[in-house]
């Protein structure tokens, strides 16, 4: 099944993109996937119709052959021109001719243009690297240019959206930059990730948080039975029984909390993009206000007077209006690390793209996806500037909540923080739709093409340092648990 398996790698994509469009993204991907391997499967199958699918097979695969035959002239006609004009440049050689008559026209009129050291550093970069710095405007691509051999190699192996961004920097900012950079090769985006969780600990994780989930649960419907428990005490002027109904009322707020920050607790340890530095503060941070709240439920396990009960509702009322931030805080953490994985995948898979174009065309397939690609890149690196500017809101978040700001500050910047991811996931979300169009210009040029390949490319590393149930479950048991705790804490403080 080539064409099912020609798939795989973007169905990968698709899906890991799931937590960011639900319904766009996995959807069409299902689409997609299931109609290729419908078929694939009606061309084997037995019946009346069979022979008249094989027909159509054969006649569409007569109809690709000579396209890819004409693809290859048109290839050999462009690279012999491209010889011809290349030739008339004395300094050139026959094997700095041959690596540059391969770029597209447009571009070998601009490489022609330069001046011969240009031309030579130009020259030994691979292929692949050279066809990607020679889309860059002739001012910015005869700067580069002037750069050493090492750091055009550098240059070049970053991404296209990468590489125009630090093209348009002045010489000297542009040689600190790439001083700085550091490029690793990687098989996946998962070799990009922060931390590497083993699959015990990742299983531990996700049965603390499947235990935390049916304990918030458990609670959520013991505080509705003694709310109504209450309810009726007070209606009967029962005052034993409402100081009785009001402490366990109190007791399963306080364990409705607890469950949900153990919930929050494990999210952010199971997330691989949150380096372990952080995932530690935040890991005891979490711990500090379940250890408060049990101090609280110990409060209220003493208390014997309607006066103890008010004062520690009034304390767990407090208490949730700090966690409630908190609660955000982490949460867009959580939100942010995801993205940052999705943008890794889109950052390998736009060099993936690479290497498969590179060996269409070894075979004499050109695919002219340029423009495509571009775009893609583009898409993932505003993704990913949108999702650093999140996580420069989040820091001075944390600075906030350490400090003397108000409620209203700190919502303020963690509602700006909020909206840039979510610009940071519609970024994705066009990403992943030329995507799907990258995939079908490939598949139609080359149906041998192999996306599920496992390759070894080059990245840039980061300095700084997910599903799509877990990111609505985190969200919306956080404003389920905020509405009702808020009122259950009210409510039992006014008894």
């Known amino acids: 099944m080539k064409k099912a398996i020609s798939l795989a790698l973007i169905v990968m994509f698709v899906l890991s993109l799931v937590p960011v469009f639900a319904e766009e993204g996995s959807s069409n991907a299902d689409t997609d996937s299931d109609a290729e391997i419908k078929e694939e499967s009606s061309v084997s199958s037995s019946g009346s119709g069979s022979s008249e699918v094989k027909t159509e097979t054969r006649i569409r695969t007569s109809a690709r052959t000579k396209a890819s035959g004409e693809e290859k002239n048109r290839l050999e006609e462009m690279r012999e ?12 050689d026959k094997k700095q001719i041959e690596r540059l008559s391969g770029l597209e026209v447009k571009n070998v009129e601009k490489i022609a243009q330069l001046k011969k050291e240009r031309l030579e550093k130009l020259a030994k970069l691979s292929e692949e690297k050279l066809k990607k710095i020679s889309e860059l405007e002739k001012e910015k ?3 580069v240019a002037d750069l050493e051999e090492k750091e055009l190699d550098k240059l070049s192996t970053l991404n296209r959206a990468r590489l ?4 348009k920097l002045d010489e000297k900012r542009l040689k600190a930059e790439l001083k700085a950079l550091k490029i690793v090769k990687v098989k996946s985006a998962e070799d990009l990730d922060k931390r590497d969780i083993s699959e015990v600990r990742l299983k531990q994780i996700k049965d603390k948080f499947e235990k935390a989930k049916e304990e918030f649960e458990d609670a959520k419907d013991e505080l509705k039975d003694a709310r109504e428990a209450l309810k009726e005490a007070k209606q009967n002027r029962d005052e034993n029984a409402t100081l009785e109904h009001a402490k366990d009322y109190l007791l399963h707020t306080a364990d409705a909390l607890i469950s949900h920050l153990e919930k929050l607790k494990a999210k952010v340890q199971e997330s691989e993009n949150i380096d372990a530095e952080l ?9 500090a206000q379940i250890a408060e709240i049990n101090s609280i439920k110990a409060n209220v396990e003493a208390a014997t007077t309607k006066e103890q009960v008010k004062e520690a509702a009034k304390k767990l009322r407090t208490k949730w209006n700090r966690l409630k931030h908190i609660i955000k805080l982490h949460t867009e953490r959580i939100v942010s690390a995801r993205v940052q994985g999705i943008v890794n995948k889109g950052v390998v898979l736009e060099k993936k793209l690479d290497h498969i174009l590179q060996k269409a065309k070894e075979k004499g397939i050109e695919v002219n996806v340029s423009a495509e690609i571009s775009a893609f890149s583009e898409k993932i690196a505003l993704a990913k500037d949108k999702y650093q500017q999140a996580q420069t809101k989040l820091s001075s978040m944390l600075e906030l909540k350490s400090g003397n700001a108000t409620s209203e500050e700190i919502r303020k910047v963690a509602d700006e923080a909020n909206a840039l991811l979510k610009e940071s996931r519609e970024a994705i979300k066009d990403a992943h739709d030329i995507l799907k169009d990258i995939v079908r210009k490939i598949k139609e040029a080359d149906e041998e093409a192999d996306l599920s390949e496992e390759v070894e490319v080059e990245v840039e590393e980061e300095d700084e340092g997910e599903d799509a149930d877990d990111e609505e479950e985190v969200e919306d048991d956080e404003d389920e648990s905020s509405t009702e705790t808020e009122s259950n804490t009210t409510a039992t403080a006014s008894t």
């Open 164 to 167: 125009k961004q630090l093209a």
């Open 279 to 287: 995932e530690a503060k935040m890991v005891a941070e979490i711990d």
């Open 81 to 92: 021109k491209n010889k011809e004009r290349l030739a008339k440049i004395a300094e050139l």
């Open 141 to 143: 691509l005869e700067k």
